[in-house]
């Protein structure tokens, strides 16, 4: 089966915050990649708010309930207090676990499994008493003894941090070596009985290279490739380009 499309939303709503007016609408572009296919919503609400805002949640889970029922909501953050106080909020489908520090520009590595075990192990399974999927921001870095720690936490998936491969997109060999470990990671997690999302700097030049090194690939989040696309194609046909890219026919 062809990689499920989550649109990640954020870079919408920085756009949106750079002045004190309601478009681009977040929903209403949400919505929209929803009409073309795409599988669910991805947002990621940072303690200061820079770009999804809290009060968004409501409304985008409202969406999805009452127009999108066969899509998912996806939540990433880090778990501190707040942010699972926003999950049991807005009850998302999925939430995705990212290690990162609140001032940080953006998620760029995955988690220390050796570390943070156990505290991930308790967030874990108070996310999965919410009736969610939780899966864990892990680095593509071919570390098996790291996954088998990530699938001892409780989770259901990892998400590989694809970062440096997006960023290889004018140095086609060291792409390829770094698509290698991203497949060793997601072929140690398969063997672990753990599910594979990917997200970070995927475009539609890249991405089938990396869902035909992972076949197995369950989900990717993408945001600010395909809102750069959009910009030029528009968000429901950069949609399609997207799902193409990931092996739908569309």
Not at 17 to 34: K, M, Q, T, Y
Request: glycine share 10%; net charge negative; aromatic share 6%.
């Amino acid at each position: 089966m062809p990689a499920k499309l989550s649109v990640n939303l954020n870079a919408i709503a920085m756009l949106r915050n750079r002045r004190d007016l309601p478009w681009p609408s977040v929903e209403g572009l949400g919505r929209i990649a929803l009409l073309a296919g795409a599988h669910g919503l991805t947002v990621h609400p940072r303690p200061d708010q820079r770009h999804i805002r809290f009060t968004d949640l409501p409304i985008l889970r409202a969406l999805i309930d009452d127009e999108f029922p066969q899509a998912e909501f996806n939540i990433e953050g880090y778990p501190s207090d707040d942010f699972l106080g926003l999950c049991a909020m807005a009850q998302p489908d999925q939430v995705t676990l990212v290690p990162d520090d609140p001032s940080q520009a953006t998620s760029d590595h995955g988690w220390d499994f050796r570390k943070h075990s156990d505290f991930l192990a308790d967030v874990v399974a108070r996310l999965k008493k919410g009736g969610c999927r939780v899966s864990l921001f892990a680095d593509g870095d071919g570390d098996a003894e790291a996954v088998a720690l990530a699938k001892q936490t409780g989770a259901d998936r990892i998400e590989l941090y694809t970062g440096p491969y997006g960023g290889c997109y004018d140095a086609p060999e060291k792409a390829a070596a770094i698509l290698e470990q991203l497949g060793a990671t997601a072929d140690a997690a398969r063997d672990a009985g753990l599910g594979v999302n990917a997200g970070h700097d995927l475009t539609v030049a890249n991405l089938p290279v990396l869902a035909l090194r992972i076949p197995h690939l369950a989900e990717v989040s993408i945001g600010h490739g395909l809102t750069a696309d959009a910009l030029e194609y528009g968000m429901a046909e950069t949609v399609r380009r997207f799902r193409r890219a990931c092996g739908e026919k569309v």
